[in-house]
């Protein structure tokens, strides 16, 4: 009777045991728990015991154990099939995402390796690299880039790491009448590390300087296209996102990266580490990354940005901007608040390290980065309670934030200015202003920097080849897409709503992931710019790849839309699942049948460059020259120069350092309309032996007049005069650079022509001259 009760009390308590199963924490509060049998079991005994005694006989109460121990094997089946079944999906869950995560890793190295060997390829095709000597070899780093090259060979031939070091951060050798701290002003971090290690791993006998260091610049690109990988794939949730973003970027090279002509140029060095943490930032935001997982892309996100910083003396604005769309992550409450404190202190940390190691450069502590960084910080504690409160009052509030940070932030830098002089903040600021059309001048230092190709609007043909590769108009959808559905959430969030940590493919919300929404406002804010300056597509294009990439192969993207549409006919989850595979496939299988029979041209045609004038002319100055000669003409030449030869140069092709582009705007007078009078004694306060006249910019016959170097000087020395739109040019003296081949008995006293071809001509500037004319 007693066993009866028990068993019919058992069954009202758990009707259905197999519905206990269906989760963890139903199982842990379900009455088939193991806590809840042992005591129903040791209930039991004890009623079997007392009965059994009751009886008085020992086989009763035998017979009661076994009839209980039965009972509870019958309970504690169900639990361990179910239990089985659980721990044998769990580990096929886990080798699915280990398989997964294995190909997607393989995937990723694969291709940017693929990447370095096509760079490789291409490199020794167009420049037949392997079969030139040493010089002709250097002349290939055009545009005065290869200055930093030298320096790596510097490093080389110096006699241990630290005496390069130190002779180079007291550098009196390349710039005439000047002693300059070279690792500091030319950023030289990058040829330190990659000479230190050419030595200390032994490679000397086993591969030439030139190969180990553009093969490190090469292993860089790869690095960059892997990170570009690795971001679409984080947000997407598949390793075809990141496959296609690869094969866009490379479609685009002539749009994403200039390695192909300037391979020593700080870009190619800094930018694959701003990829990485642009890479560790996207898996860092997400909501539902486990804790490991955090901390790696923490460790990640610093290092990476500690590098960045480094190595570009730029590398700061790039930040500002960054930084300005995790700011508005941060006012709408799109992010977790312990996750923006983590970010700002990777920011700090990496501009105080950065400030140290670049010898106090007091450009980073005027940086708009850091400014923005304290007035977050001050504004933040101002204002305690910014996110509370109905729409209206948060969205006063959030005005309010931006005034305070804002205010802070630019009274900061000034007050930074006032205390530290920073050389460049000046006619930066007169550059942008002419840029918007806020003023007008005839500095020649502004308007050749206006002219310069990279700070010029961007046009037609840049957004036809976007187009024609099929990414500018898939783009602009995805684009859209995340942008109003970003905008969604942030009326849910000004609502009141708090973020949802966990969702699910069916919701259809694109725009409640922080990683998506910090990319919708990173592309917009370096999409702006480089609609202002075509340098900026450098930066956006790569971007532009990565984010459209992610949205078609995106699933969420796909059901967000047919959410908004209502589809009744088909489930939003499975059309959106099948377009998010099929779109993909589509573009690329276009894709390769259009551009890779001209990738494969590419490596196949045997191109050639060569500048028998460039040979001829460093030739004579390393034979013919004397060693202590001091070297003028442009900074691109001068480069060149100090690269080639070693000799002293007066300018350096930098347009970052306002003393030396008043140098060169000084060494630019040989092709103004100037007596030989004054350009003696222009060169003679540099200490210049010899002067180099190039006839691509004495014979300049460009037809867009205005930014040719003569247009820009006679602008600046007040030689021209303006009728009727038409500029024309006056002065009582003719051109130097042309007038001095005319053998004029003025020009003769000053100067002595030493060597000349199509292109140069050397002039020895004289020493003791006669000024009767």
């Known amino acids: 009777m007693a066993m009866t009760e028990l068993r019919h009390r058992k069954e009202q308590t758990c009707q259905e045991p197999e519905k206990t199963l269906r989760t963890d924490l139903e199982d842990e509060m379900g009455?088939?728990?193991?806590?809840?049998?042992?005591?129903?079991?040791?209930?039991?005994?004890?009623?079997?015991?007392?009965?059994?005694?009751?009886?008085?006989g020992l086989t009763s109460n035998a017979v009661g154990r076994e009839e209980v121990q039965e009972e509870k094997e019958e309970m504690d089946e169900p639990k361990a099939s179910a239990a089985k079944r659980s721990r044998s999906l769990g580990k096929s869950v886990l080798l699915q995402h280990l398989v997964k995560l294995f190909f997607g890793c393989l995937a990723a190295v694969t291709c940017g390796m693929m990447y370095a060997v096509y760079l490789s390829t291409y490199h020794e095709r167009k420049f037949w690299f392997s079969s030139r000597q040493e010089l002709e070899r250097e002349i290939t780093f055009q545009?005065?880039?290869?200055?930093?090259?030298?320096?790596?060979?510097?490093?080389?031939?110096?006699?241990?790491?630290?005496?390069?070091?130190?002779?180079?951060?007291?550098d009196n050798r390349t710039i005439s009448a000047q002693t300059i701290n070279a690792v500091e002003q030319l950023s030289l971090y990058p040829e330190l590390i990659t000479s230190f290690l050419y030595r200390v791993t032994g490679s000397q006998d086993m591969i030439e300087p030139v190969y180990f260091y553009i093969g490190v610049v090469f292993g860089l690109q790869a690095l960059y296209v892997t990170a570009l990988f690795v971001s679409s794939w984080v947000m997407s949730g598949t390793w075809v996102a990141g496959m296609l973003a690869v094969a866009w970027y490379i479609i685009n090279r002539p749009d994403t990266t200039k390695v192909d002509y300037a391979i020593p140029l700080r870009d190619n060095w800094a930018l694959p580490y701003f990829s990485c943490q642009v890479a560790a930032l996207t898996g860092f935001l997400r909501n539902n990354i486990s804790s490991s997982g955090e901390m790696f892309c923490y460790l990640l996100l610093s290092a990476s940005t500690f590098t960045f910083i480094l190595i570009w003396e730029h590398s700061h604005y790039v930040l500002f901007?960054?930084?300005l769309a995790l700011f508005l992550l941060d006012c709408f409450d799109l992010v977790q608040p312990r996750k923006m404190a983590d970010i700002h202190k990777v920011y700090l940390c990496s501009i105080i390290l950065a400030y140290m190691l670049q010898f106090q450069n007091p450009s980073l502590l005027s940086s708009p980065l850091l400014s923005l960084l304290v007035g977050s910080v001050l504004a933040r504690y101002l204002q305690?309670?910014?996110?509370a409160g109905r729409m209206a009052a948060r969205l006063m509030k959030i005005v309010l934030h931006f005034y305070l940070v804002f205010t802070i932030g630019?009274?900061?830098?000034?007050?930074?200015?006032?205390?530290?002089?920073?050389n460049e903040s000046d006619h930066i600021l007169k550059f942008l202003e002419v840029k918007f059309g806020l003023n007008s001048t005839t500095d020649f230092v502004t308007n050749l920097l206006l002219c310069q190709e990279g700070f010029q609007s961007p046009g037609q043909d840049y957004f036809l080849r976007l187009t024609q590769a099929s990414v500018l108009p898939f783009y602009l959808l995805v684009l859209l897409v995340c942008l109003l559905s970003t905008l969604q959430a942030i009326r849910r969030r000004l609502s009141g709503e708090p973020i949802k940590a966990k969702l699910r493919l069916e919701d259809g919300m694109i725009g409640e992931q922080p990683e998506v929404i910090y990319h919708v406002f990173h592309t917009l804010l370096f999409g702006a710019l480089a609609m202002l300056f075509v340098g900026m597509k450098y930066l956006w294009t790569p971007y532009v790849c990565m984010f459209t990439a992610f949205g078609v192969c995106s699933p969420e993207l796909w059901v967000t839309v047919f959410k908004w549409l209502k589809l009744k006919s088909v489930?939003?989850?499975?059309l959106g699942l099948i377009l998010s595979t099929a779109v993909p496939t589509i573009i690329g299988f276009s894709l390769w049948r259009e551009y890779f029979p001209r990738l494969i041209s590419e490596l196949s045609e045997l191109q050639e460059f060569y500048d028998p004038d460039t040979v001829e002319l460093m030739n004579w100055i390393k034979t013919q020259a004397p060693t202590a000669a001091v070297f003028a003409g442009s900074p691109q030449l001068m480069g060149a120069v100090k690269l080639c030869s070693g000799w002293t140069v007066t300018s350096l092709p930098l347009y970052t350092d306002i003393n030396l582009l008043r140098r060169s705007e000084n060494?630019?007078?040989?092709?103004?309309?100037?007596?030989?009078?004054?350009?003696?004694?222009?060169l003679m306060s540099y200490k210049a032996s010899h002067v180099i006249i190039e006839e691509a910019i004495c014979g300049e016959m460009n037809p867009s007049k205005g930014c040719r170097i003569k247009d820009l000087l006679d602008i600046s020395n007040g030689h021209v005069i303006y009728e009727k739109g038409e500029m024309y040019t006056f002065s009582k003296y003719g051109r130097f650079c042309q007038e001095i081949k005319m053998n004029y008995s003025p020009y003769i006293n000053y100067f002595t022509r030493v060597f000349w071809n199509r292109s140069y001509h050397i002039y020895k500037v004289n020493t003791v001259v006669s000024f009767q004319y």
Not at 410 to 422: A, D, E, G
Request: a negative charge.
């Open 667 to 682: 060494i630019y007078q040989v092709y103004a309309m100037r007596s030989a009078e004054d350009i003696y004694k222009i």
């Open 143 to 170: 545009g005065g880039n290869g200055l930093y090259y030298y320096y790596y060979k510097y490093m080389l031939a110096a006699s241990s790491f630290e005496k390069g070091i130190n002779d180079l951060m007291r």
């Open 31 to 56: 009455c088939s728990s193991d806590l809840q049998h042992k005591l129903e079991g040791d209930q039991a005994e004890e009623e079997w015991k007392q009965s059994g005694s009751e009886d008085g």
């Open 410 to 422: 630019i009274t900061f830098s000034y007050i930074i200015k006032k205390t530290i002089p920073v």
């Open 321 to 323: 901007i960054q930084s």
């Open 571 to 574: 489930h939003p989850v499975v």
């Open 384 to 387: 305690q309670n910014m996110k």
